[in-house]
Nanobody, 122 residues
Framework: QVHLTESGGDSVQAGGSLRLSCTVT?????LGWFRQPPEKAREGVAA???????NYADSVKGRFTISKDRATNTLYLQMDSLKPDDTATYYC???????????????????WGQGTQVTVSS
């Protein structure tokens, strides 16, 4: 059974950095980060396939980095040059299917964490 637990959310100033963590238990092949800004729909941020390939939303490309520590089975999202528009609840998600692993395929992620809050002030 897959279980995901996020941590690392905080309040930071614009231009700052944060690293989110997600402990992963169970068998997974595709991992991703999503976020839900206040009063907006949840959106994809980044995805990491089991072969190490990654993809990112245009809004975070060059600023965010998704990675995984295989030894501890922990997923990370390094967020640099944060902007007020990055304010959201961030979720990690996973799936065990073979096939494309892309951040835009939100319905394809069957397992979700509880979320962690990131607030960026100007």
């Amino acid at each position: 059974q897959v279980h995901l637990t996020e941590s690392g959310g905080d309040s930071v100033q614009a231009g700052g950095s944060l690293r989110l963590s997600c402990t992963v238990t169970g068998f997974t092949l595709c991992l991703g980060w999503f976020r839900q800004p206040p009063e907006k729909a949840r959106e994809g941020v980044a995805a990491l396939d089991d072969d190490g390939s990654t993809n990112y939303a245009d809004s975070v490309k060059g600023r965010f980095t998704i990675s995984k520590d295989r030894a501890t089975n922990t997923l990370y999202l390094q967020m640099d040059s944060l902007k007020p528009d990055d304010t959201a609840t961030y979720y990690c998600a996973a799936d065990s299917r073979y096939g494309p692993c892309v951040y835009s395929d939100q319905p394809g992620f069957k397992h979700w964490g509880q979320g962690t809050q990131v607030t960026v002030s100007s």
